[in-house]
């Protein structure tokens, strides 16, 4: 059910992990991420997920492994913080805090490194059949992935919202599928993960 009320994201531990300084900080007008960026992040990681099943859990995996897991805690603050992703059907209207925002973007992006030979080879193989006019399901690899990601997508979107229904299509979901593989690849080079991050709040800056 959706949340009638915003309210503030909870508050993390006194000692704020220092891996977070690795992205700068946003001076932003308002308290907490904006749209984009909330959905943006959330996006990249429900790709992360249709790399292979359990997606969801590595989440959590990397969160201890990065020392995080004072910021996502569980299974349940991980779920309430993608939430704020507007285009969700259990959309909530809390804040996303910063730190929350960098603790997501930082685990997307070492997700990413683990899986870069799959992102690249999925993404040559694309290349591959689109220069041939050929479906993605020619490759099994490929449409593996693109199937996994438009189940995510419509299982968790809100089919109502005006930028989802823009994606009812397999074509348009295949499209955005891909695009975000190469976010995921971009993210994985040459201070990829801060320059992805920076990118988030273009046009939000005071």
């Not at 080879?121 to 449409?143: A, D, G, I, W, Y």
């Amino acid at each position: 059910m959706n949340a009638t009320l915003a309210s503030p994201p909870p508050q993390t531990s006194d000692m704020t992990p220092y891996i977070l300084g690795r992205l700068p900080d946003i001076p932003l007008e308002k308290v907490g991420c904006p749209r984009r960026a909330k959905l943006e992040i959330d996006l990249l990681l429900l790709a992360i997920e249709s790399l292979q099943l359990g997606g969801a859990e590595q989440v959590l995996e990397m969160a201890k492994e990065l020392g995080l897991d004072s910021v996502i805690k569980n299974r349940l603050s991980l779920w309430r913080m993608r939430s704020t992703n507007p285009l969700r059907r259990a959309h909530s209207r809390r804040l996303l805090s910063i730190d929350e925002a960098k603790a997501l973007t930082i685990v997307a992006c070492q997700l990413s490194r683990r899986y870069t030979v799959t992102i690249r080879q999925l993404l040559t193989e694309q290349q591959m059949l689109s220069s041939k006019s050929l479906p993605p399901e020619c490759n099994f690899r490929l449409s593996e992935y693109l199937d996994l990601f438009r189940s995510h997508f419509r299982s968790r979107m809100n089919p109502r919202r005006s930028m989802v229904v823009t994606y009812a299509e397999n074509d348009k979901l295949n499209e955005l599928a891909i695009d975000l593989l190469s976010k995921l690849l971009f993210c994985t080079g040459t201070a990829g993960m801060e320059r992805f991050w920076v990118s988030l709040f273009d046009g939000e800056l005071k």
